[in-house]
C-alpha cells in the first residue's frame, strides 16, 4: 500500500491543529513545525501510512519526493506508477 493523496483524506480532517495540508498540486503534507504528535492521523489513516518518526516524535507520511517518488523509481517490476492527478483519488475506505 501507498498513500494515494485521498481526496478525502481522513489525516488531514482529524489533525486538531490543522497541520495537514494539500498543496495546489494535491499532495498531502505535514507541517512539522505545527504537528503535536498525538498520532489522531496515525489511527485514522485506514492504510497505514502516517508514522511518528523516533527521533522527532513528528508524524510523517508519503509527500510524493518533490515529484519524483523513490518508491516508483525503486520497483524493479514497474508496479507503482507516478498518476498525474493524486488529488483525484478515492480514499480506499470510501
Ligand atoms: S492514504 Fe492515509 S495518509 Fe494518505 S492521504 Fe489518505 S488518509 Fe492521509
Ligand atoms: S500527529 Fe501531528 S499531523 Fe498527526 S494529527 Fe497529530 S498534530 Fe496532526
Same mark, same amino acid.
Given at each position: 500500500?501507498?498513500?494515494?493523496?485521498?481526496?478525502? %483524506?481522513? +489525516?488531514? &480532517?482529524? =489533525? /486538531? #491543529?490543522?497541520?495537514?495540508?494539500?498543496? $495546489?498540486?494535491?499532495?498531502?503534507?505535514?507541517?512539522?513545525?505545527?504537528?503535536?504528535?498525538? %498520532?489522531? +492521523?496515525? &489511527?485514522? =489513516? /485506514? #492504510?497505514?501510512?502516517?508514522?511518528?518518526? $523516533?527521533?522527532?516524535?513528528?508524524?510523517?507520511?508519503?509527500?510524493?519526493?518533490?515529484?519524483?517518488?523513490? +518508491?516508483?523509481?525503486? =520497483? /524493479?517490476?514497474?508496479?507503482?506508477?507516478?498518476?498525474?492527478?493524486?488529488?483525484?483519488?478515492?480514499?480506499?475506505?470510501?
Amino acid at each position: 500500500m501507498v498513500c494515494s493523496q485521498c481526496e478525502n %483524506a481522513y +489525516c488531514m &480532517q482529524v =489533525c /486538531p #491543529v490543522d497541520a495537514i495540508t494539500r498543496s $495546489p498540486e494535491g499532495v498531502v503534507r505535514i507541517d512539522a513545525e505545527q504537528c503535536i504528535g498525538c %498520532a489522531l +492521523c496515525i &489511527q485514522y =489513516c /485506514p #492504510v497505514n501510512m502516517v508514522h511518528l518518526d $523516533p527521533d522527532t516524535k513528528k508524524a510523517v507520511k508519503c509527500e510524493l519526493c518533490q515529484g519524483d517518488p523513490a +518508491c516508483v523509481a525503486a =520497483c /524493479p517490476t514497474g508496479a507503482l506508477v507516478f498518476a498525474a492527478s493524486p488529488a483525484k483519488e478515492q480514499n480506499p475506505h470510501d
